[in-house]
Every structure is written in C-alpha cells, then in structure tokens.
C-alpha cells in the first residue's frame, strides 16, 4: 500500500465545525491520508426562532408557552436537542428563553441525541444529572434517543408532559411523532437552517479530483449533507451515481449508513467518534476496500 496515491479523506462539516475533526484528523496521524475539506452545508441561526405547534404548523401559542414559563415554571419540562448545532443556536447570542439566562432551570430535563449533544449541553451549564442521552452504538440517531427516553420513564409519565425540541428546520419528525403519539404537549423552536456554503474556486477543484479518485472517503456531517453532496456532483458535471458508486461513507450511526447506501454509496463505515482509535480502524477498512473500486 505504500506505493498508492493518497486517498482523500473528504471533511464534509460546516465551516465553523470542521476546526474539530481537522484537529482529530491531524492527531491521528493517518498514513496515506489527503486530507480535504468540502463543507456541503452552512448553519445559519435563526433570531427569532420559528415556533411551531406538534403538527409542524407555525404557532404563535407555542411561543407564549414557553417564553411565558419562568424558571420555577419550568420543573419537569424536558427540552430535546437534536444536535450541537440545535445547542449553540438555542443558548448564543443569548438564550431563546429568558428563564435559561442565568443557567439551566432546576428541574428541567434536557436531552440529547448523542455524544457531541451532550458536550455542548455541559458546556453551556446543563448538569449530568438533568441530562438524558443514549450510549453506545446507535447513539445519534432519533431511534436510539425515543429507546433511551423509553427507558428512563414510563408511559404514562409523558401524558401531558411540555416536551420542546430544539432544531433546525424540519428535523428529526419520526422523533417528534413518536413524543406526541406518547401524549407529550409537544412545540418545537426552530433555532437554525441549513444553508449552502460559498466555495472558493480551490475547494471546487478539490471535488473533482476527490470524485475522480476510486475509494474516496466522504467523512459525512449528517444525513443533511447527502443532498447537497449529489447536487455539487451535478453542478460540476459528473454523474452522482457513478461518483458514488466508487466512493466510500463514513458515517456516525447506522441509521446514516442506510441513507448514504440509499443515495448509491458504494461503501460505508461505522466510525463510532472522532477518536484515534475509531479513525484508525476506518482508515483501514477503508483503504483494505480500496481496492474494490
């Protein structure tokens, strides 16, 4: 193997978050690595937050819910987050709700959909013990995070319950489903949307050597930068399915891996977190599958 080309190792995260897995990524010190950055997505915050009602619809009642509660108000409520994205848009510049100015409510719950969840949740002041969050693999996706719900309280408890999720615009709505159907008095603040980075002319040349090279390696962001990825591929003249037919996913649960394989990815790989270990056993499945492209 040490006589291959580098094989690109595409990071597909937004601007201000690839600093994290470029660092990982530097850290792990992977041989044969061409390491690219392509961000297929932009998270633009929304102020004021778009407040709709369980069955999507803006709402206007939603808003004086929530915004009305008071701190003390506030016991028993749980507030879903779907990502760190949703934590960062919910808490800066300044918190959507006034009761969470001066911290995390005493009594509230917050819960997060996986590991970098629930490190920006602690990072903003949330304590452990008001946190829910699913561990292990699957953790990430909605699924895991309705099971891990399930399991810390039971049925009856969610009857009438306020239940916000914080999200961008139109995410995760089999979690929402599921959290109505269980009785929660369900709102959702849509605290950011999904935009279309600007690339410079270097990054758009990049895409295609990344799409001329067999075996690349696409490191994806979530679900969101699926779409964006074949409509790049369009726009610059290649045929998605024939790129991706011939590119390898890394994806962050298995949930992902069904939506990369839908779109026509040749191959996925499940990598657990941006640790050295976790990179280094994809970066050798990856390249051991090299050789099938």
Known sequence: MSNEAPLPLVNTRAPHQAAAWDAALKAADLPGVLPVHLPLIDIQPRRPVQWLDAQGQESSAAQEVWSGRRSSGLVGAVLVFVSANAVA?????????????????PGAIACATGAATRQALLDHGVPPGALWCPQGEGAGDSEALWAHLQQQRPPDW?????????????????????????????CYAQAYSLGEPLWTPQQSLLLAQSAQEPGSVWW??????????????????FSPQAVLARSQAWVLHPRQAEAA?????????????????????????????????
């Open 89 to 105: 848009c919910f808490f800066t510049p300044t918190p959507v709700l006034d009761a969470f100015s001066q911290g995390w409510p």
């Open 261 to 293: 394989t839908r779109l026509g990815f040749g191959r996925t790989h499940l990598v657990s977190g941006p640790t050295p270990a976790a990179l280094h056993q994809a970066w050798r499945d990856s390249r051991a599958a090299r050789a099938a492209f």
């Open 220 to 237: 994806l962001a979530s679900s969101a930068v699926l779409e964006p990825l074949a409509q790049r591929l369009a726009d610059a003249g």
């Open 158 to 186: 969610w009857q009438g319950r306020p239940v916000l999720v914080v999200r961008g615009t139109g995410g995760r709505p089999w979690l929402g489903q599921r959290l109505s159907g269980a009785g929660a008095a369900l």
